[in-house]
């Protein structure tokens, strides 16, 4: 085996390490030369040991500037270490930490308060309180679904005389909240609804239950009946729809104030499972109890067809005196008119709706304020108090709506025919 030569063998080139003094500081030179990295001002911080780098020149470079941006692709980041404890040299003494105290946080919010306990049902005397305010009673759509409504034009509340066309706003004290024995009101709501077992009873509450067969069957009697010219006919209309309209807002303000709860969620609450006979003989459970038309949503309390029929019967007892009514050719008084409406032999259906006449003699003004407002007890809508504090809330509207009316044609001599005919010709000379 040969042996190791006794030569002085060279270090590798790559080595960093060196015991040649002369050797050592000619490589820091050559390194020095390509490592001002990371420099802001390189003229003014020239060192023959400026920082080194990790990475040994492999050819000769030079930098005039400093290369301060960073790199376009970084294979990693590195992140600031927070250290709790430090070793340091004793001339720096202990090292201590102190945590920033956190601002003071906002309190937590408040807990929503529970949710009320549900109202227990209407006692026997009870006159007021959350327990008889109105409800949305659930209505079913005919095809299995299940809804409730809010209360209709709840800004209502809130209106004056000058919400109102033709009159002024009556004094809510005229319908002050009513004192009902909730349980015998029910029984007798049940009771009325048994004894309606015909069809003209049931076509009579259908009837009056649609304002609009109200108007449109007094329109087709003026002109049928009593011969009247297009021009009397609008006259009419315009002001019966504003008595109407006037008494509406009136009676749906009153509603507000009171809020009563309806008959229909009483008796569910009252009699669930009882079975109630009702209308044509028919047997139904409590909870399933519905009026014979649709209840509509708002209170109960007063009611506003029994307002609406009474400003109705107002305004024509205060019009039609007026008008020249004629019956086959003749000329008759509105005192010795037999009728408002028709008799359902000359007139079987009201135009255009086409709802059923229920008067074989035909209605008066004062029959049509009786019956509107009786139709709604039979029906189911309404307590016993409701009607007559509906008719007396709107009590005269209808004949201050009429005055209103004739004063718009200023002054006349004659009926009415007489003032919306020609005028004279003009006496100025053209």
Known sequence: MAMPSKVAVPRPSSSRITSERAVACLRMSEVSSSSTRKVERPAMM???????????????????????QQPRC??????????????????????????????????PPAPP????????PPSASGAGGSNTCWRPIPEYDGKGMTYEMDHVAPFLRFATSAT????????????????????????AVIANMATVDTAGELDEIRFFDGKLNVALGLIGTLLLGYGQSIEEIMLHSFGETSAVHDAGVAVWK?????????????????????????????????????TIVRTMSHSEYPSGSAAVCAAIRDFVDALWPHL?????????????????????????????????????????????????GATRELGGMHFSQSVPAGRKLA????????????????????????????SAPCAADC
């Open 324 to 372: 020249t009514l004629t019956m086959q050719g003749d000329e008759v008084s509105y005192s010795d008119a037999p009728f408002v409406i028709l008799p359902n032999t000359l007139m079987a259906n009201v135009p255009l709706t086409g709802a059923v006449n229920p008067a074989p003699g035909g209605l008066s003004a004062a029959s049509i304020a009786e019956r509107c």
């Open 74 to 107: 970084a294979i990693s980041t590195v992140r600031h270490a927070c250290r709790s404890t430090v070793d340091l040299p004793p001339m720096f003494g202990p090292v201590t930490s102190r945590k920033r105290a956190a601002s003071p946080s906002p309190p």
């Open 254 to 290: 009153n509603k507000l104030l009171n809020s009563r709860i309806r008959p229909t969620t009483v008796i569910h609450q009252l009699y669930p499972e009882d079975n109630l006979r009702l209308n044509d003989n028919m047997t139904v459970r409590g909870k399933h109890f519905q």
């Open 113 to 120: 308060p529970p949710a009320p306990p549900p109202p227990p």
């Open 46 to 68: 020239a060192s023959f040991a400026p920082t080194r780098v990790k990475m040994r020149s492999t050819g000769e470079s030079e930098h005039a500037s400093a290369a301060t």
């Open 164 to 187: 109102l066309t033709m009159t002024t706003m009556p004094d809510m004290a005229l319908a002050p909240g009513p004192s009902y024995d909730y349980v015998a009101e029910a029984d």
């Open 395 to 422: 009590a005269g509207m209808g004949a201050e709506a009429a005055a209103t009316l004739l004063s718009l044609l200023g002054p006349r001599e004659g009926g009415v025919r007489q003032a919306l005919g020609g």
